[in-house]
T-cell receptor, first 113, second 108 residues
Framework: SAVISQKPSRDICQRGTSLTIQCQVD?????MFWYRQQPGQSLTLIAT?????????ESGFVIDKFPISRPNLTFSTLTVSNMSPEDSSIYLC??????????FGSGTRLTVV | LAKTTQPISMDSYEGQEVNITCSHN???????ITWYQQFPSQGPRFIIQ???TKVTNEVASLFIPADRKSSTLSLPRVSLSDTAVYYC?????????FGTGTRLQVFP
């Protein structure tokens, strides 16, 4: 199955700033997904990122707050903009692969102070 | 997307078989049932997927009755390392929507 590297693994950021999270996959994939997991909660899908097209955002998430780039078939970034303490979460990227289902990165633990 | 309902938590002891049941009354004809496992500080990991009847792999079995309105994940002889959150998902597209999951605690 695919191997996903996410960077950074964790960060502490000041409110009002932005953080860009990188997701690198060791194989070419069509679709990549970004999730948020708040402390003690389940995963919530933020958006779907296809190479060569605009990301598709789920209800409650907007491009101005969570801009996503997908420059090629192995890489994507998620930016958390103008952060507030409510954005403190784990952010995970994911890709889908046939038999193996979905593979997730280990996540980026973000704390906003 | 079909909504799933599963117990919030379960306790077990090492060596026991654990069965986690998930209800998905509104499952569609083209929906698949997939289970994921998540350890603290890690992303979810694929366990097993099925459409109907029984599926078995090296780590678990998945039982799906004929009406497909529920499914049961069976973990044989659990160990302490099986302590995790288990998610049941029903989907027919590439988009996964996670429910609340079942927090399994295994005791020695």
């Amino acid at each position: 199955s695919a191997v996903i590297s996410q960077k950074p693994s964790r960060d502490i950021c000041q409110r009002g700033t932005s953080l860009t999270i990188q997701c690198q996959v060791d194989s070419q994939v069509t679709m990549m997904f970004w999730y948020r997991q708040q402390p003690g909660q389940s995963l919530t899908l933020i958006a779907t990122a296809n190479q060569g097209s605009e990301a598709t955002y789920e209800s409650g998430f907007v491009i101005d707050k969570f801009p996503i780039s997908r420059p090629n078939l192995t890489f994507s970034t998620l930016t958390v903009s103008n952060m507030s303490p409510e954005d403190s979460s784990i952010y995970l990227c994911s890709v889908v692969e046939g038999y193996y289902g979905y593979t997730f990165g280990s996540g980026t633990r973000l704390t906003v102070v | 997307l079909a909504k799933t309902t599963q117990p919030i938590s379960m306790d077990s002891y090492e060596g026991q078989e654990v069965n986690i049941t998930c209800s998905h009354n509104n499952i569609a004809t083209n929906d698949y049932i997939t289970w994921y496992q998540q350890f603290p500080s890690q992303g979810p990991r694929f366990i097993i997927q099925g459409y109907k009847t029984k599926v078995t792999n090296e780590v678990a079995s998945l039982f799906i009755p004929a009406d497909r309105k529920s499914s049961t994940l069976s973990l044989p002889r659990v160990s302490l390392s099986d302590t995790a959150v288990y998610y049941c998902l029903v989907h027919n597209t590439d988009k996964l929507i996670f429910g609340t999951g079942t927090r399994l605690q295994v005791f020695p």
